[in-house]
């Protein structure tokens, strides 16, 4: 068995870095999905950007989607919904 040998100072600075790089990105990832679905996008939508369904919805769910008026405009009938947007409210505020 090899004996361990540990990781130069470089190295391993070179490897934080890019493990913080990595965390950032996933948070930037999260929340920018989140906010998507927020704002009214659909599940579908979102994941066709590259993602599955089930990682779109689990990060919604993560960052606070669905919000109240999410779960309103779901059940509301298309004549509610065009009469919404008819009157100029089709993104949320």
């Known amino acids: 068995m ?26 930037t990832l999260e929340t920018a999905v989140a906010q998507a679905l927020k704002n009214g996008a659909s599940v579908r939508s979102v994941a066709e950007l590259g993602l599955s369904a089930n990682t779109v919805q689990k990060y919604g769910r993560a960052h606070g989607w669905p919000t ?9 009938s298309r004549y509610d919904r065009e009469e919404r947007e008819d009157l100029g409210d089709s993104q949320p505020a």
């Open 68 to 76: 109240e008026e999410n779960r309103e405009r779901f059940y509301e």
């Open 2 to 27: 090899p004996d361990p040998r540990p990781a130069t100072e470089v190295d391993a600075a070179r490897v934080r870095a890019a493990v913080a790089g990595v965390r950032t990105a996933q948070e």
